[in-house]
């Protein structure tokens, strides 16, 4: 099983970015705890973040064509706002579970609506960093056959 765990703004700046909503783990320290488990599992994991919408894109489309098994994606501000991340998302075959540090149903209203929650598999709102683990173990039941 192969793995990207993509990553959209601001989320380089985690542990340090408003510590009293997103904690002070850095984007390093979840990509460690991933890759721990992912080596348990024999999951081939990868991992990529960009600022910049466009390259968020082409690692969805590239992950399409290199066979890429799931993407776990915390799209950041670009949930609220992307069209274009969205039909990439629609785009590919790869199977999408959305990853939200904070849970953006009790945030301000603004972010309250995820633009790409409705063509990913689900999505995960408000469990901290453990909801990047979370959707990990989602594609390690879906490997076993369990529908999502």
Do not use: W
Not at 41 to 61: C, M, P, R, T, W
């Amino acid at each position: 099983m192969r793995l990207l765990v993509l990553n959209g703004p601001n989320l380089n700046r985690l542990g340090k970015r408003e510590p009293g909503i997103y904690g002070a783990e850095t984007l390093s320290d979840v990509e460690d705890h991933l890759h721990a488990i992912a080596k348990e599992e024999l999951v081939d994991i990868s991992f990529y973040q960009s600022n910049v919408e466009g390259a968020l894109i082409d690692k969805i489309h590239e992950a399409d064509d290199t066979g890429c098994d799931g993407i776990i994606f915390n799209p950041g501000a670009y949930t609220h706002t992307s069209v274009a991340l969205r039909d990439a998302i629609a785009s590919v075959d790869v199977p999408v579970i959305e990853v939200h540090i904070s849970n953006i149903h009790s945030r301000e209203p603004f972010r309250q609506t995820s633009m790409l929650a409705p063509v990913c598999i689900g999505q995960l709102s408000g469990f901290g960093t453990g909801g990047y683990e979370l959707a990990l173990r989602a594609f390690l039941l879906r490997r076993k056959g369990v529908k999502l």
